[in-house]
């Protein structure tokens, strides 16, 4: 089913790189979530993202369709130039950015939506909120007050708020006494040089932040974006299951909390268990879509439909650093939820036209209803 005709409206993204950034980075970079140099050269060129990556670039700039042409061609472009005609090919209505994340390479937020040439609106990432006020405040207590206030006071200039607790310490958030967080702060304070912003690593401060954080969530009416299951080396997987989010959706005080669930593979249907059972419950597609295969890709879009209710599906291109992957994710976004959707209403004897409206939602109505845009 062909669903090139249906805007885009990517609720989870990043910002591109700075210009002299992107020139000097490997390609090989942006097609797979290793760092290490070895994987990169050595391994990431027979990632089958990365091969079928070169004969679709090929495609956009007019050569042949291997590395060494790509690369040589992407060299003679300007970047801005490069940007604009990319996301003009996407379909992409509007993008809300995740700009909490390698600050001192990527493009300020305006910048951003200035090259890309589409209206983009801000999600805060918690963490890197949380670090940033750590140098004024001696205390936890005095901490977290100090947050508390600046989500309320940011709260109307946003759209979400995002939490990468699934890279730190893990996705099962439990509670903890204010004598076990005055003591983690301590540590943490004397292990940190004096006006320098730490990287946040102890677990009983991630969650109470977390804790924080849905509290002003539920009152602010903001969704709470999740990073879960696939992502980079600094990710333990085996911490990333969306199913340890169960207190969450449980907890009377977060009564109409909207989670996403981002990303998800290897646990989609996991996540799309959690959201055919609780209200407050979404789930993403992104980063599945376009880094696997054509059959994993395929399939994952499929387990989602198995329970989840189509309204709670959402399509992100989770792009970031060169323009080259959100072109690449929302070709394979429409290709893949159209796939999936005709085989689906086939399945259920549905009608085309019932895969189209689906297709529909998940590409754009569901994220403009869940972020009140």
């Excluded at 299951?229 to 199913?243: M, W």
Aim: charged share 25%; with cysteine; proline share 6%.
């Amino acid at each position: 089913m062909n669903l090139d005709h249906i805007p885009i409206l990517d609720h989870h993204a990043h910002a591109l790189f700075r210009e002299e950034i992107w020139r000097k980075t490997p390609i090989e970079a942006f097609f797979s979530e290793a760092y290490d140099k070895v994987m990169l050269e050595k391994f990431v060129p027979d990632v089958i993202f990365a091969r079928r990556s070169y004969r679709e670039l090929a495609g956009f700039y007019g050569c042949d369709p291997t590395r060494g042409a790509v690369l040589e061609a992407r060299a003679s472009w300007n970047y801005g130039d490069l940007a604009r005609a990319m996301f003009a090919q996407t379909g992409i209505e509007q993008v809300l950015v995740d700009d909490g994340i390698w600050l001192e390479v990527m493009q300020p937020f305006e910048q951003n939506q200035s090259m890309i040439g589409l209206p983009c609106k801000r999600v805060l990432r918690l963490e890197t909120e949380l670090a940033a006020l750590v140098p004024e405040h001696d205390t936890w207590v005095g901490l977290m007050m100090a947050f508390e206030q600046m989500l309320r006071d940011i709260a109307p200039s946003l759209v979400g708020l995002k939490s990468i607790i699934a890279y730190r310490t893990g996705l099962e958030i439990m509670r903890h006494d204010s004598g076990s967080l005055e003591r983690a702060y301590s540590s943490l304070k004397y292990a940190t040089e004096p006006g320098i912003a730490p990287r946040v690593n102890d677990k009983a401060l991630l969650d109470e932040m977390l804790w924080t954080g849905l509290r002003v969530a539920a009152d602010t009416g903001l969704p709470v974006q999740f990073h879960t299951g696939y992502g980079d080396p600094d990710l333990d997987l085996r911490l990333a299951n969306p199913l340890h989010l169960r207190p969450i959706f449980e907890a009377p005080d977060l009564a109409g909390v909207r989670v996403v669930m981002l990303h998800c593979y290897p646990f989609v249907r996991e996540a799309g268990y959690l959201a055919s059972v609780y209200p407050g419950a979404f789930m993403d597609l992104g980063l599945t879509i376009p880094y696997m295969s054509t059959h994993a890709m395929l399939t994952s879009a499929r387990e989602a439909l198995h329970l989840a209710p189509i309204s709670k599906i959402l399509f992100s291109t989770d792009a970031s650093r060169t323009p080259e992957l959100f072109w690449l994710a929302a070709r394979h976004g429409r290709r893949m939820i159209g796939q999936a959707l005709e085989l689906t209403v086939k399945d259920s004897d549905l009608t085309n036209p019932e895969a189209e409206w689906a297709g529909s939602r998940i590409l754009h109505d569901n994220a403009l209803e869940l972020y009140r845009l």
